[in-house]
């Protein structure tokens, strides 16, 4: 029989996120919240919120706001940070995300599309707005999930969304936790 490759595999205080550190959105999840006027979700879910500072610069110009919400922290952008190689397909913005995350400990990391789902395998805790708008629902903020999704998926977003496939199963899912 022959000699198989040895693989290491991390161990779970290997995570590239920390408990107690911050949470840090990147433009994409926020500016889909914003969208449908669930931005404010996040506070409400997570306390203070972080952004890499360039990207609050990116968001500031898209907007036009000169003051960006009294929740949203700049942290400054750490290029110095390695990303895992996994993650290294991530657009600039997702990137600037990634390392500003690493370098500050985040405890959680917001994100969507083809790079959350990197970073999670990359073991960095992550989630997305689809996820958000749940735990919103479980914890009374929001009184529906659907009309959100639909709207995101309306409003040019559908790149944060699920499989539909995945989407069935969460209305699935939900349906049973609203039955209970």
């Given at each position: 029989m022959p000699d198989l490759p040895q693989y290491e595999f991390p161990v779970p205080d290997q995570t590239l996120t920390r408990p107690g550190g911050p949470v840090v959105t990147s433009v994409k999840t926020l500016t889909a919240l914003s969208?449908?006027?669930?931005?404010k979700l996040l506070p409400q879910l997570y306390g203070r919120v972080a952004i890499a500072r360039s990207n609050m610069t990116e968001m500031s110009h898209r907007y036009g706001k000169?003051?960006?919400?009294?929740w949203l922290?700049?942290?400054d952008d750490r290029p110095d940070a390695q990303i895992p190689e996994r993650c290294d397909t991530a657009t600039p913005s997702e990137k600037?995300?990634?390392?500003?995350?690493?370098?500050?400990?985040?405890s959680?990391?917001?994100?969507?599309?083809?790079?959350?789902?990197?970073?999670k395998l990359?073991?960095?805790?992550s989630e997305g707005?689809?996820?958000?708008?749940?735990?919103?629902?479980?914890?009374g903020l929001l009184s529906a999930v659907?009309?959100?999704?639909?709207a995101l998926e309306k409003l040019g977003h559908a790149d944060v969304l699920p499989e539909p496939d995945l989407l069935d199963a969460l209305w699935e899912a939900l349906d049973r936790l609203s039955e209970q």
């Open positions: 969208d449908i006027r669930r931005d000169a003051r960006p919400p009294d922290d700049a942290i600037i995300t990634l390392q500003a995350a690493i370098g500050a400990g985040a959680l990391v917001l994100l969507d599309g083809t790079i959350k789902e990197k970073a990359s073991f960095i805790k707005a689809v996820s958000i708008l749940v735990s919103a629902y479980r914890h659907k009309p959100m999704v639909i």
